[in-house]
């Protein structure tokens, strides 16, 4: 079990991480989320003692990471793709790494099949893409067959089949037992296979719970309509205790609206509709919005009110 | 400590940068050491007379170590900065947390290859270089002989681990390599030869190790062999050592 205890990362007067407090659960995976420059990677590698904490602690199992004897067994960890020497082949890369932990060289040949790489083993990683690279970073993170494993936005660079067969991996990993701990910057990814959610911004904890409590509470339903009479559809909703707004786009939107009902208030009215759908809020702007205040670097211009025109209607303008 | 070392000798032998550096180190060392004697060979009825009284035929088949240093201080260098430009050191530290641990095995790593590389060097120059100098040669068997030839490889070997110790100073090779090269092949010759910087420069580890590879030590420098052995040593352990107390205090 990792624990983290008033974690704290200063680098001159930037405060990197601050006063970070979480338990990761066993056997399960749990998503490290936070926009970038929110302090994830700064923490992983404080949880690997690679950088020094300003203040606080984490243990592993009670212990601090320099005191675990062969720590590859404990925790495998990917932190970026291709930290590897350029000259040297995966499966070298992996056999000094084996070799400094006693795990047997057998077990470089069956990770490097687990990942798919056999066929380019004896080649230099210079000249692995990124995603190869990428599979060469969780082959060596499962090397020690370790109960935790930590993955630094593992689909980063990947091709859609490199994203599905990473989720794949990481679900099975917890099915197993393990513990999987895996940052990312993207809610809509860590929807489809985290189980429990840590959310940091700008270094400090925003949430930590179980994801299908952070979907309960963040996913907004609401029903979205179009009508060329507002005014009296309005009128007719407001005396069934329903409030519209408006979205910006020229449709209306009711919050936890019954469709069925609207349906029926419309037709009662003589109310023509051009729309009525049912829509949910997307995790994804949950997330924005819970992590709006910490968001590191903002952009200048909001938000467009009107999608921009396809492409090509604009040239009689421009001539 | 012996699986770490065991991890560090399978890095340093696979990767090619290792062979060209040491192969480099041996062929200039070797090959200019040769090229030197030989000219001394030819040459010596027009040296001077003062010359032909500091002549020292050990020494001048040792010729090529101030080029072929050049290469043993790249190879040095680059068993450390090559973990840091690559990123590979987070994956090392995270295998071997323990930096102590971590930089005794790369030492000893690098030690035990640089010695066998230095031997070889020493030997082969010597015995090539006195073949070459014809009737100006020395036996190995000669007073002070024995001790240059194995001087010139324990100096090539400390050279080696001061060059680790600059290594984890420095951590990026270019800076590393910029500090350790025109210091040896230009910084150290040039405040040698200006007067009063003289008394400072003689303590630099080149000119100490000269002392240690030369059979008749050099009467500018104030102290002899033995003396150049341990002032060697002092520049390679201290070295070493704020090399590790960086790398202990700093992130990865």
Not at chain 1, 141 to 162: H, Q, R, S, T, W
Not at chain 2, 184 to 205: D, E, G, Q, R, T
Request: charged fraction near 15%; hydrophobic fraction near 50%.
């Amino acid at each position: 079990m990792i624990e983290v205890n008033e974690l704290t990362k200063r680098y001159g007067d930037k405060l990197a991480v601050d006063h970070l407090s979480f338990t990761i659960p066993q056997g399960v995976v749990t998503g490290f989320l936070g926009p970038n420059g929110a302090g994830k990677s700064t923490t992983m590698r404080m949880l690997l003692d690679l950088d020094r904490p300003t203040s606080g602690t984490v243990r592993i199992d009670g212990k601090h990471y320099g005191e675990l004897r062969e720590p590859l067994k404990y925790i495998g960890a990917l932190l970026e793709a291709k930290a590897v020497h350029p000259g040297r082949t995966a499966h070298n890369h992996l056999r000094w790494m084996a070799a400094s932990n006693r795990i047997p060289a057998q077990r470089v040949d069956e990770v490097l099949a687990l990942v798919g790489l056999t066929a380019v083993a004896k080649k230099r990683s210079g000249g692995f893409s990124l995603g190869m690279g990428q599979r060469l970073g969780i082959a060596a993170a499962l090397l020690g067959d370790p109960k935790i494993l930590m993955f630094d936005e593992p689909v980063n660079g990947l091709d859609p089949e490199g994203i599905v067969w990473v989720r794949n991996l990481m679900k099975s990993l917890a099915a197993e037992g393990r513990t999987v701990f895996v940052s990312s910057h993207l809610m809509s990814e860590m929807a489809l296979t985290a189980e429990h959610l840590i959310v940091i911004g700008r270094g400090r904890l925003l949430a930590n719970l179980p994801m299908n409590e952070f979907i309960d509470q963040n996913s907004r339903s609401f029903v979205r309509l179009r009508t060329p009479q507002p005014e009296q559809l309005l009128d007719a909703l407001s005396r069934e205790g329903m409030t519209a707004s408006l979205d910006g786009n020229g449709a209306w939107e009711v919050e936890n609206g019954d469709m069925a009902r609207i349906g029926d208030l419309a037709a009662a009215n003589g109310v023509t509709l051009h729309e009525l759908s049912p829509q949910r809020a997307s995790l994804e702007e949950a997330f924005m919005r819970m992590t709006a205040e910490a968001v590191e670097y903002h952009t200048e211009t909001p938000a467009p009110e009107n999608p921009p025109a396809a492409w090509g209607e604009n040239w009689k303008k421009e001539s | 400590m012996f699986p770490a070392l065991l991890s560090e000798w399978i890095k340093v032998k696979t990767v090619r940068s290792t062979f060209i550096t040491l192969l480099l180190t041996f062929v200039v060392t070797v090959g200019l050491g040769a090229l030197v004697s030989a000219l001394f060979a030819a040459n010596f009825n027009h040296t001077s007379a003062a010359d032909r009284a500091t002549f020292d035929a050990t020494s001048v088949s040792f010729s090529g170590i101030g080029l072929g240093q050049l290469a043993l201080i790249v190879f040095s260098v680059l068993v450390v900065t090559s973990e840091y430009s690559s990123g590979m050191i987070r994956a090392t530290l995270a295998a071997v947390p323990q930096r102590l641990t971590l930089l005794l095995a790369k030492v000893v790593t690098v030690l035990g290859l640089v010695a066998v590389i230095s031997l070889l060097t020493a030997f082969v120059s010597f015995f090539l270089g006195q073949a070459l100098l014809g009737s100006h040669r020395v036996s190995i068997s000669d007073p002070g002989v024995t001790r240059a030839v194995f001087g010139m490889a324990i100096y090539m070997t400390l050279l080696a681990l001061l060059s680790v110790g600059v290594a984890f100073m420095v951590r990026r090779p270019i800076p590393a390599l910029a500090i350790l090269m025109p210091f040896f092949f230009l910084i150290s010759p040039i405040l040698n030869a200006v007067p009063k910087v003289k008394n400072v420069a003689h303590y630099f580890p080149d000119v100490a190790g000269r002392q240690l590879f030369s059979v008749r030590a050099s009467s500018d420098v104030p102290y002899g062999p033995l003396a150049g052995f341990f002032i060697v040593l002092a520049w390679a352990v201290a070295c070493i050592g704020i090399g590790y107390l960086l790398f202990k205090r700093r992130d990865a």
